[in-house]
């Protein structure tokens, strides 16, 4: 099915641990975004990216790394999970210009 | 900085009654106002959108007003149901600058009680 879809939907992992959050899309839109969510705070931009091989820091980028090989998928590494990475993560994508965001449907990470 | 306050935190509404949620900006150069409608375990989706050179826009229940001179926008959901309880975000973007990024309010968790 089209769409834009996050893998996996929950994760647990270690203090310390790299671990890869994926986000694809079907579209073929040009703009890709991670946002987290955390109460108290509503979504915050991580990283996004205009195109393919062009990527951009969002508002709290510190301990993320992203890429962009191929348009349709986006993913994010954090390279060190910390506890105050324990939050979820959305993948959005936009056509860009006067087009609406779509969202995935999360990934719930807890870091212990 | 908070670029965009909403307000307020949570609400709760009766059935058939007016859910109004509002929400501030700083940056002039936002020219891009959309809400969005967070359900339990869900993505946020687009409900509703407006741009600064209009002051109101309404499709079916819901309506943005727009006051540019305030820096103030607000979403007015009439006859409220209970299917409309959800979380609600306000977001804006400057897309004249060509980055197309969303900065959201911090939400507002809508409960309608029949």
């Given at each position: 099915d089209a769409g834009i879809t996050q893998s996996p939907r929950y994760k647990i992992t270690e203090t310390g641990r790299q671990v890869t959050l994926?986000?694809?899309?079907?579209?073929?839109?040009?703009?890709m975004f991670w946002y987290r969510q955390d109460l108290g705070h509503g979504l915050r931009l991580i990283y996004y990216s205009a195109a393919?091989?062009?990527?951009?820091k969002g508002e709290v980028p510190d301990g993320y790394v992203v890429s962009r090989s191929k348009t349709e998928n986006f993913p994010l590494t954090l390279e060190s999970a910390t506890r105050s990475q324990t939050s979820v993560y959305f993948c959005a994508s936009s056509r860009g210009g006067n087009t609406e965001a779509f969202f995935g449907q999360g990934t719930r990470l807890t870091v212990v | 900085q908070q670029q965009v306050k909403q307000?307020?935190?949570?609400?709760?509404?009766?059935?058939?009654?007016i859910s109004i949620i509002n929400c501030a900006y700083e940056n002039t150069a936002f020219d891009y106002f959309p809400w969005y409608q967070q359900f339990p375990g869900k993505g946020p989706a687009l409900l509703i959108a407006i741009r600064p050179d209009v002051s109101e826009k309404k499709e079916g229940r819901f309506t943005i007003s727009f006051n540019k001179s305030a820096k103030q926008f607000s979403l007015h959901i009439m006859d409220s149901q209970p299917g409309d309880s959800a979380t609600y975000f306000c977001a804006a973007s400057n897309r004249r600058a060509g980055s197309y990024q969303l900065t959201f309010g911090k939400g507002t968790k809508l409960s309608v009680i029949p």
């Open positions: 994926m986000c694809h899309q079907t579209w073929s839109h040009s703009y393919a091989d062009i990527t951009d | 307000s307020p935190q949570s609400l709760i509404v009766q059935k058939g009654g």
